[in-house]
């Protein structure tokens, strides 16, 4: 998917002012792509979560849970490449037997140029055969304004909101069709 699709609401996005056409767009959606982590990217994962911006978001996991996450056939831990380099990972839940799936954690090193929404969107794509019908779900923190405002903008509605130990709220949101 890129950015020269359609908007929600059904518009084409249009570059303002150019002197190619009305229909010409301009795609500035990053390239990535997803692959599943190994022991050897631990280092940039553990690097990723211990980063200040990234640690007030979530509840960083031990060396052990990603271990056993990488392994998991029930969790997709996935590593988000730009140009065969990492820029982020992305933790899936609930592939095959739960009633849903989580999206447990996405978390990207390089913010404000698009790699979060395209990460998401590979995400997305990368869950859809194992849907089957079940929902896709994630939680983001009420003060996690970016994060939200990019789910919601590819499809994720709130759905509930849950307090949290540290007295902020977890928002729930689905992934609508």
Known sequence: MTNCGRRRG??????????????????????VTLRQASVRDLDFILGLEGESS???FIH?????????????????????ESAGLPVGFVIIGGLHVASSIEVKRLAVSRRSEGFGRAAML?????ISPFRRGRPVWLDVYDDNVVARSLYESVGFAETTRLPSADGRELIVLELRD
Request: a positive charge.
């Open 10 to 31: 059904g518009r084409p996005r249009r570059v303002a002012g150019s002197s190619l056409g009305a229909n010409y767009c301009l795609d500035l959606t990053p390239r």
């Open 54 to 56: 990234v640690r007030r």
């Open 60 to 80: 960083p996991w031990r060396l052990d849970e990603h271990l056993a996450a990488i392994v998991d056939t029930e969790r997709g831990h996935l590593i988000v």
């Open 122 to 126: 590979a995400a997305i794509e990368w």
